[in-house]
């Protein structure tokens, strides 16, 4: 604070309040809505305070077979899919930037542009054809056909050359002195100098995953194979006359929480990760 | 690019790159290949047979009105889901910026909407102006707002901008608040001994010194309205009502997976990605240069 104004602070603060407010109003909606019973979310106006059928609507996304896929199925599906393609993809971009950063051999750089150029193409871009690779590949309604698609990024590749070329030049001739190996270098003080990172890009990765729709919606049939957040869709659509309210915002509430607090929980390395890396 | 001091190995470093180029060029470099190829074939319905057409499929987009709407309708679309963004988070980034207390509380709720994918910001919206029963329309009635998105065209785009611009604010915000903390502190102190408001010192201060990031976040903004809100509209509008919200992105899954145009659809993908590499040169040049008004 540079100097005390008490009325502007006090202004910034009731300002701020007030959009904040606005921002979650949607949010605290969801959470009230799913607290009610289907009856009282169809007279107007809507309720505001939450009300005492939480657990009654928890039981039926639980336990009701015809609404479509039981939510722990699906949140498990949005769980492996989400851990795949964040594992995944910092596994493969840190070993590439490693080689990349690293290593003087032939094709390097005809290597690190051809991954430069998957910046430029996201998933909704390249859908049909990257459809058909995966049909020809028999792996519609499977894990791999869900996550490896999904995997390859420059993003992650391009944040750890980043941090690999902070990394000071003498760790690696000491490390060469001693006699160790590439990759004993890259395991004993490659990985641990990038920990933030991983973790930070672990953040960033796990919601990307987490919250993908277009792709799981195109190549999944099998119900049992359906992610948390695509069977929205699903129950938006499904049976004649109004939605179920109440429960579509209790799956829309479960769909968005893992996200939700990784981000909160996490939240220092996240915010230090996204505005560091800069895509 | 290159350490000073590197490794010399024969076969290793093509071991470490081979996952990451295999799977590249198997879902990315492969598929686009074949996009390319398949917006020179006239194709039948049932892909039974196939002829090379070379560029009609682009003259017959560039001749569909609809498709030049639809070039149009995601032009005005990005801009307002931007500026609408950006300046909220600008105008909650300077505010957060001046106070002490409780600015970790409201970077907190502030950030929410950024892990809510796509789809389901689309949904909550679609709740609160459900024409029906929405929260929303219900106070927007008491002011004599009639709304229904679903056959008024231009409350559908009002919405899906709404939507849009509401999950990308936390992006935003972070990004200013970066860039506001990153200011040397004397440049403040000094224009505050010269008796600059704070107002005056937001306008004259703050905001060239971080117009290098709001031109940073435009940049993203436009590439994220284009591409990342497939979900949204999905959820509210499904392109509708007529094709009043159907963005390109959208338009390529409707012409290729419901349509099954797939040449149309095909030729719309490599214009997309043309859209892409051009945003992606301009991020990248601005990102080397660091330019500073």
């Known amino acids: 604070m540079i100097e005390n104004r008490p009325i502007t602070t006090f202004v910034s603060h009731s300002v701020l309040i007030i959009g904040v407010a606005l921002i979650v109003f949607p949010i605290w909606i969801m959470i009230v809505a799913s607290t009610h019973d289907a009856l009282r979310l169809t007279q107007v106006p809507l309720p505001l305070l939450p009300g005492d059928q939480l657990w009654t609507n928890l039981k039926s996304l639980f336990e009701e077979k015809d609404f ?19 594992v ?24 690190f542009w051809m991954i430069f150029i998957t910046l430029m193409l996201p998933v909704e871009v390249r859908i049909l054809p990257t459809y058909e690779v995966v049909a020809n590949f ?11 698609p999904l995997i390859a990024s420059a993003t992650a590749t391009f944040m750890f050359r980043q941090t690999f070329l902070t990394i000071p030049d003498e760790l690696m001739e000491a490390s060469r002195i001693d006699g160790a190996s590439p990759m004993r270098f890259f395991f004993d003080v490659v990985i641990p100098m990038s920990r933030t990172n991983i973790a930070a890009l672990f953040v960033i990765l796990f919601i990307y995953g987490w919250n993908q729709y277009l792709w799981p919606l195109l190549i999944t049939t099998d119900p049992d194979m359906y992610t948390a957040v695509m069977s929205i869709k699903q129950m938006l659509e499904s049976g004649e006359g109004e939605p179920q309210w109440h429960l579509i915002m209790l799956t829309a509430l479960i769909a968005m929480l893992p996200p939700i607090l990784v981000v909160i929980f996490m939240q220092k390395v996240f915010v230090k990760g996204l505005t560091d890396s800069e895509k | 690019m290159l350490k000073r001091v590197h490794y010399r190995s024969s076969y290793l470093p093509y071991l470490l790159v081979a996952p990451q180029i295999i799977i590249t060029i198997l879902f990315f470099i492969w598929p686009a290949g074949q996009a390319l190829y398949q917006s020179f074939l006239l194709e039948d319905a049932f892909g039974l047979s196939s002829e090379f057409v070379w560029f009609d499929n682009f003259i017959e987009l560039y001749e569909n009105p609809n498709y030049l709407n639809s070039f149009a309708r995601t032009g005005f679309f990005s801009v307002a889901v931007a500026s609408l963004s950006m300046s909220f988070a600008l105008f909650f980034a300077a505010l ?47 002011f004599g707002i009639d709304w229904n998105h679903k056959l008024n065209s231009s409350q559908a785009m009002g919405l899906v901008i709404l939507a849009a611009a509401w999950k990308q604010i936390s992006y935003n915000f972070l990004f200013f608040i970066a860039a506001m903390h990153s200011i040397p502190k004397s440049l403040i102190e000094a224009s505050a001994i010269d ?5 005056h010192r937001f306008f004259t201060i703050i905001l060239p010194l971080i117009s290098p990031t709001t031109f940073f976040l435009l940049v993203v903004n436009i590439i994220y309205a284009f591409f990342d809100t497939f979900g949204i509209i999905h959820a509210i509008t499904a392109g509708g009502p007529g094709n009043s919200t159907e963005i390109l992105v959208y338009k390529v899954y409707n012409d290729g997976f419901v349509g099954l145009d797939l040449g ?11 859209i892409v590499v051009m945003l992606t040169v301009v991020q990248f040049k601005y990102v080397e240069r660091k330019v500073q008004y």
């Open chain 1, 138 to 148: 028999n792996m519609l309604d499977s894990y791999w056909g869900l996550s490896i």
């Open chain 1, 68 to 86: 479509g896929t039981p939510i722990h199925l699906t949140v498990f599906n949005s769980l492996v899919m989400a851990l795949m393609i964040s």
């Open chain 2, 264 to 274: 149309g659809s095909a030729a719309q993908s490599v214009i997309l990605m043309f």
């Open chain 2, 195 to 199: 008796g600059a408001g704070p107002v």
């Open chain 2, 96 to 142: 957060a910026d001046r106070v002490i207390k409780g600015s970790h509380t409201y970077r907190t709720l502030l950030i929410i909407p950024y892990a809510v994918a796509p789809v389901l910001a689309g949904t909550l919206w679609l709740f609160l102006f459900n024409p029906t029963l929405g929260i929303i329309t219900y106070f927007l009635d008491a």
């Open chain 1, 88 to 111: 995944g993809k910092i596994s493969i971009s840190v070993l590439s930037a490693f080689a990349i950063v690293y290593f003087k051999f032939r094709f390097r750089m005809f290597f």
